[in-house]
């Protein structure tokens, strides 16, 4: 850290999510971006012209090498997650990747190993998990407001093929429903392909799936459904029904405790004002009942973009040397939970405790003869 206090953070994978860490970074006091590395030296040049950045790679063990670092921000595919994040801890440097974590566990676990061993903070950018109205909703839970915590249930937001959905998009959902349900225990999931079983000959890669998407590994299927048993007798629930449209409203999770429920739709603030809803009693009730659900004023929680608060948090754990926010073992857990599904449906949708034993991908496992 320079002796100012500022944070001196090189980017690898200058793409859009990368530009959107950028320009969050630059609008910050306490950061200051000094490299980017992109392998395609368009990317890298396109972002350091717009954002007056001068240090430029196409390699980022060379950009590790050459700036002085304090921060590394990793937000190529999943594909290339693990490798810069393991060379920048291996360097001391702190490291933010972008989720999913990783393509498989035993990626993950070399990624918390990397950092444990240095000493340095691994934060997940699974900025949700200090999104306003998920805080608010933690604060209601620990007053009572809604009882015993029974059921924890898991929204997508949908707009891609299902088998991408679950390593995508499903590591968000995944640590949502932490932030109610704590760690999880067990898994049982079904994974449907075009209405039947999914059977070994449905794995593909996620580009296969999906040639415009991420590089994130093997997936499987166009429907799915998880449930999940949390400490204290949590309950979680999920599911992956293909939806083409993405349904920014949709996404979030419900919290269903003895007296009453919490809605949280993780998308919804910047147009709703609040993205947080409760309903004081504990059943549904008929969908005429929806006017029961009452808005929640986070006005109390320090609303701000959850992006921005991941960097205040993460500054704050790199000073303190305690745990960042959504950090590399919360990440873990995470894809824990959404590689879980596989594994269980590979074997019939048998109840499968948490930590998976096998670290290996459950598909790429499944598809070798
Ligand atoms: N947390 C969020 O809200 C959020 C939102 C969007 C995307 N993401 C995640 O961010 C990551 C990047 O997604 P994106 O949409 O920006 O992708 P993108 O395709 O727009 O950008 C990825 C960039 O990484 C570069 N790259 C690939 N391999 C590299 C390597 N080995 N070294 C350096 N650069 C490399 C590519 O050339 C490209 O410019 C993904 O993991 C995605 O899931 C997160």
Redesign the pocket.
């Known amino acids: 850290m320079s002796g100012s206090g500022v944070l001196r953070v090189g980017l ?9 860490h950028i320009r969050t970074l630059q609008g910050l006091r306490g950061f200051k971006v000094v490299g980017l ?4 030296q368009a ?2 040049d396109r972002a350091g012209q717009d954002f007056g950045v001068s240090a430029r790679f ?3 063990e060379k950009m590790l090498d050459a700036v002085e670092l304090d921060l590394v921000v ?8 693990r ?2 994040t393991v060379a920048a801890a291996r360097r001391r440097i702190h490291v933010l990747c ?3 974590m990783a393509l498989d566990l035993a990626e993950a676990d070399e990624m918390v190993e990397a950092a444990r061993e240095s000493g340095v903070r691994l934060a997940i ?3 949700n998990h200090v999104n306003p109205g998920i805080r608010k909703a933690q604060a209601m839970v620990a007053e009572g407001r809604i009882g015993e915590v029974l059921l924890v249930r898991g929204r997508n937001k949908a707009g891609r093929r299902s088998g991408n959905e679950v390593v ?1 998009m499903g590591t ?1 959902v995944a640590d949502m429903m932490m932030c109610f349900g704590g760690i999880p225990r067990w898994v049982a999931a079904t994974v449907l392909s075009e209405g039947r079983f999914g059977t070994r000959a449905d794995v593909m890669d996620a580009l296969e799936m999906s040639p415009k998407d ?3 590994g093997w997936v499987m299927g166009t429907r799915a459904v998880a449930a999940y048993g949390f400490d204290r007798g949590i309950l979680g629930e999920v599911h992956f029904l293909g939806y083409a449209q993405m349904m920014r409203p949709n996404y979030g999770v419900d919290v269903l405790g003895t007296e009453g429920q919490l809605a949280v739709r993780a998308a919804a603030g910047v147009v709703e004002g609040s993205n947080l809803w409760h309903l004081p009693r504990p059943m549904e009730g008929t969908p005429s009942q929806a006017s029961d659900w009452r808005s929640v004023d986070l006005s109390d929680m320090g609303v701000e973009n959850p ?1 921005v608060t991941m960097y205040r948090r993460m500054s704050e754990a790199i000073k303190s040397g305690n745990e960042p926010p959504s950090s590399g073992i919360e990440g873990r857990w995470a894809l824990e939970m959404m590689l879980g599904i596989y594994e269980s449906h590979r074997q019939d949708g048998r109840r499968i405790p948490l930590p998976l034993a096998d670290r290996q991908h459950p598909l790429e496992r499944w598809r070798q003869p």
């Open positions: 690898v994978g200058c793409g859009g999510m990368g530009r959107t590395c992109d392998i395609a990317a890298a196409t390699d980022f990793v937000a190529t595919h999943p594909r290339w997650h490798a810069p972008e989720k999913p950018h699974q900025q995508e968000h991420h590089d994130s992006i």
